[in-house]
């Protein structure tokens, strides 16, 4: 009997992560300094597709858009997964502007991610048989 083949299948989040690692390599190569991203640039520098799509599925957010699970809360999460290098600054008033639109934080605090180094995306990945 021939064995079944498994194939890794990549949650939202994951997929979301490899673009971000990407954004967040590109800022630290671009700047000596290493600085940090906050999940609102992260997002405005991400590719139009993938941007969009996560706008479009998850909403904006912000303070009184009534979305718990906004774009910028999927970033975040996708961060987490690319570096452990975060800290977290005081929100107050403080304002984002993503694809022209001002955002203001729903949160007290706000991650700041980097990457410092390489590391790989932790998976919490699915077997999906295939024949």
Known sequence: MAKKKTKAVRSPVERVAIHVRKVLKKNVTESKKKPYMTAYQILEQLPKRVRDTLIRNNGLGGKGAGVDNAATKVIARAARL?????????????????????????GDECGLFRISDTKRIRSKRVKKKTT
């Open 82 to 106: 690319v570096t452990d290098d975060v800290v977290y600054f005081n929100t107050s008033q403080t304002t984002f502007t993503i694809q022209g639109q001002n955002v203001i934080p729903s």
